[in-house]
């Protein structure tokens, strides 16, 4: 069986759950109201599954191919698929009209993202980029340079990347080195060396808009001396059509463990010409709004491979015949019983849903804070969404991709020795989303983000907030079906408050118990936000229930729900408890015992 | 760095903590003296690292080539690897002197394929197999099988295979429908189909001996009517060399995620000439023997890759320079600090340490149980051995993986982007583990198998004496230095007895609640042994600091035992919460839910 996307339960959470109708009196979302939505995603789900899964296996065989003549071929079918894509009109959907975009809230869009990235990861990830920079341009560009690029770049004509690593710095950009050089008409040559760059180079489309970070000579050393430029590959002439060849060249490609239908590039600047974008110096401002929007669309991918490796398992798990149920034959006139009869199976396939669907949510309920905090008439909604997505861009980061990373092992394990062999799809999901845990910032990258940073913004404000948000919950009156689910989050939030008080104790008197106690913290974090969406999600398939709708897709879920606080949610004690130990046995050995 | 072999960890668990001179009165370790030991263990280190080692990026790029004759070439540099691998005598190490071999414990012998494994997991498989199918002929064959085979297997001049797997039947045994018909000569003819069986082809060795399950012609259906054959490659002539041809054929190789050096092989059998080994459909008894020998080196796999993984981490993280210490600069006259200051660093590499360090104690202190369930003229230490054998192998094939892959993800996750090119060794240890979660009985199998067979197996007498051991433990003076090893311990111990408890109670009225609850006992399972361990571990370091022994490697026994009862043990209460919530959710949905 091949990707399903789930429409279904995007139309529950969307519908039901976030209920984008209350929304509808809001320009921003007058075009969204749930029948085009629900349009819009039969659509995408058709486009996805019939166009791009097919193309997964074939991506991950072929890889991409460079040539000495630095151009790179994409694998058969990306060519036609990307111009099906762009002549669908699929790229617009979540920018701005004013240059060509339909304006869609972002929470639609993300419906999109996650279909295309659980049908084909690798290709996803070239129009993935390019929305990054068509939202750098957006924000910091000029006028002329949004007229310029913006129409291009949200019909995905041309397509963008982030040019930001070099061999010595990756994580640490203070050491960045390429250079900047300005000249009399106003640009700027770049030179330097660039590497991990993906959809630097490719065939798909009829130009590429590098955004590249330098250092303008006689900039200050370490981060404040960095800034942004434009590094078209072909640069456009007077009717703003590619024009002259820039001296922006692929040298070669990554060979990597996964994505191989993606071509990540070493990109080599000899006096490339580019233009500034932004404030000189203040490259890094402009660069975490490209980066911000690339983790919230890591984390969607750790949930989409998840999904897709999830549906590749349930579907051998009802057709693999092996054993018989410990309760006697399900399938008695056969040979054997389906092996989703054994509770061990059971339980791999129950932990993917719970943790595929609760992160969804929690990534769509993200979305919308996102674009409630531009959107919304409220500055108090809109000060709370800002908050919000800062404080849960590296949850939803490392979070998702984490468990993500888990479901497809899991996926991988429901196969048996089938799951080795590269005959079934879940090599490939599991080799593919390993890179959503390390690139955008790695998850440990994020855990301190959130310690060292997110948390203690505007005085702890976010977290505050949200705190307050779940005490409202679980206070409120509620279907008494909701007991175990307000119960379990009522747990889960004490902890995490707990944990907080310990990380605002003990992380300023040594910030090493801070660095200690993060990717505990995070995880903590992560469940509980997902224990919230699982309540929410709840509530609303008890409203369907206790008004007598009999689809079994509310009792499902939860069921499901139940399971995610009964079974996964018990982990936050031991996260609780790991974080407290602080920093001392950790950093106890000196480097040379390692 | 290139992989170092752990010698002086050996060293330390044989002689200080499992203190093999106790047992130098015993014949079978009567040439087990430590020095003999530690020279033996001096040179398999060298011959790991320096002939093996090397090799392990080769297989991994190259692969295993098939040819249309049916013949397998193996990566460049195998052949000569193994051709050196018999010449130094290593096969005969753990084999019987009565046909060639050196007669060691099979404890001293962990270390040598630990070793092996790490350096080159793919290459190790041909010999690791071999040596199952030499135990399970020197179990089960006659007199004249034994004086045939064993020399030509215990100095690995011919190979062993198992034939077990068919298209339609891993786990299920009883599916399978390999032919065996009986002929006038007393030899069978075997016909059918088997997958996946490793080094069923190879260029490596002049003969290869295939034990094949088959079903002969009118045995009873299911397990009872299963047979176990010798089907050499080439029968031997009548002095024992090869000569005919049989017509056992390689049809092909399996593509796989990892272990490319291995030949996984898609074997016919048509009309090939077999003999009876063991009694007539008793073949899985045999069978067992090879699959017992094999689980317990499939878990010493996941120590094995752990703990190249885990070097090819420390290095990475001690060389890489990259942002800042959060307590100040440690290398400031560098651009950046080493990224093993950065505590969220550490906490992955202390997690390898304190997984692979009580994860190879496990083993060689269930390994040494096997050979006192032999070599003991105590038969209350001979049962003793033969329980616990039986016991820990699940936990040890099962845990020892799924903790070996969880710090190979670890290992890739320190590397950052570089993990997931191929230029660094992360992705080949992460792609190469994750077999050794499924072959030999998935992890699942194994969980089952614990709290199905082996729990309840002479009413209970094995976890009895382990609870009692560990009681005894637990209860007897110390240095007070121990005091926080054996807090843990008795915490982690209490929750296991009730989690058998709950299973004694819940299993036998549904056996789905046993289901439920195996992997989640497992692990309870594994995370007790492993206290224990790094109980032992420390109490043999303690003795060395208090007697004024100044070797630093002491202190940071105690310190990664201490990291392990305070940032790894917590787990075990989340654990026993989860499991303890039954198969009702688990099994609620309907199949077509899925």
Chains 1, 2 share one sequence.
């Not at 949200?154 to 994580?171: I, K, R, V």
Request: negative net charge.
């Amino acid at each position: 069986m091949s990707y399903q996307a789930p429409v279904r339960d995007y139309l529950f959470l969307l519908r039901d759950v976030l209920q984008l109708d209350r929304y509808a009196n809001l320009p921003a979302f007058a075009d969204a109201s749930m029948d085009t939505v629900e349009a819009i995603l039969e659509e995408a789900g058709k486009f996805t599954s019939e166009v791009l899964a097919p193309l997964n296996a074939v991506g991950d065989k072929q890889g991409c191919v460079w040539s000495p003549d630095f151009s790179v071929k994409t694998p058969d079918g990306f060519k036609d698929a990307y111009a099906k894509l762009v002549e669908g009109g699929w790229p617009a959907l979540g920018s701005d009209p004013a240059y060509g975009g339909q304006g869609l809230p972002h929470v639609v869009n993300v419906a999109f993202s996650e279909m295309s990235s659980a049908a084909n990861m690798a290709f996803s990830m070239y129009p993935g980029l390019t929305h990054g920079a068509y939202s750098a341009i957006h924000v910091g560009g000029t006028q002329e340079q949004k007229d310029l690029y913006l129409p291009k770049l949200a019909s995905f004509q041309w397509a963008g990347t982030m040019n930001l690593t070099e061999p010595h710095c990756g994580t640490d950009l203070g050491l960045l080195r390429t250079k900047a050089v300005p000249q009399a008409d106003g640009t700027y040559r770049i030179s330097g060396q660039k590497i991990w760059i993906s959809g630097g180079e490719q065939d798909l489309t009829e130009n590429i808009v590098h955004l590249v970070l330098a250092r303008i000579e006689g900039a200050p050393a370490g981060v404040r001396g960095i800034s942004l430029f434009i590094v078209p590959k072909f640069l456009p002439d007077a009717k703003g059509n590619p024009g002259q060849r820039n001296s922006v060249k692929c040298l070669g490609l990554e060979e990597k463990m996964g994505i191989h239908g993606n071509a990540t590039c070493v990109i080599s600047h000899e006096k490339s010409v580019g233009w500034l974008i932004g404030e000189e110096n203040q490259g890094l401002r402009l660069m975490f709004v490209m980066m911000n929007e690339a983790r919230l669309g890591v984390g969607l991918q750790g949930i989409a491979q998840a999904e897709a490796a999830y549906q590749a398992a349930a579907a051998f798990a009802k057709d693999r015949l092996q054993g018989r149920s410990l309760t006697g034959p399900k399938n008695a006139d056969g040979p054997a019983d389906p092996i989703i009869v054994h509770p061990d199976v059971r339980r791999m396939l129950m932990d993917a849903r719970a943790l595929v669907e609760g992160g969804r949510a929690f990534m769509a309920w993200t979305a919308l804070h996102g674009d409630l905090s531009h959107a919304s008439p409220d500055e108090a909604v809109r000060q709370k969404g800002r908050d919000y997505m800062a404080l849960m861009t590296p949850v939803v980061k490392a979070f998702l991709t984490d468990r993500g990373f888990q479901v497809c092992s899991d996926a991988m394990q429901v196969h048996g020795g089938s799951g080795f062999t590269e005959h079934f799809p879940a090599s490939q999901y599991l080799r593919d989303v390993r890179i959503a845990l390390i690139y955008e910032g790695t998850n440990g990258v994020q855990a301190l983000d959130l310690v060292g940073r997110k948390l203690a913004a505007d005085g702890g404000r976010g977290v505050m907030s949200f705190f307050a948000e779940l005490d409202a919950f679980i206070g409120a009156e509620h279907d008494p079906a909701l007991k175990p689910f307000t119960d379990g989050l009522a747990k889960a939030k004490a902890e995490l408050q707990e944990a907080t008080m310990w990380l605002m104790q003990n992380g300023l008197a040594n910030p090493d118990n801070a660095g200690a106690a993060s990717t505990d913290y995070l995880q903590l974090f992560g469940l509980t936000a997902l224990a919230y969406m699982w309540a929410l999600q709840a509530e609303a398939a008890l409203k369907h229930i206790a008004a007598g709708d009999a689809d079994p897709f509310y009792a499902t879920k939860v069921t499901i729900g139940r399971y995610y606080v009964e079974r996964i949610l018990p982990e936050s004690s031991s996260r609780l408890a790991k974080l407290k130990t602080g920093s001392e046995l950790l950093m106890k050995l000196p480097a040379e015992a390692f």
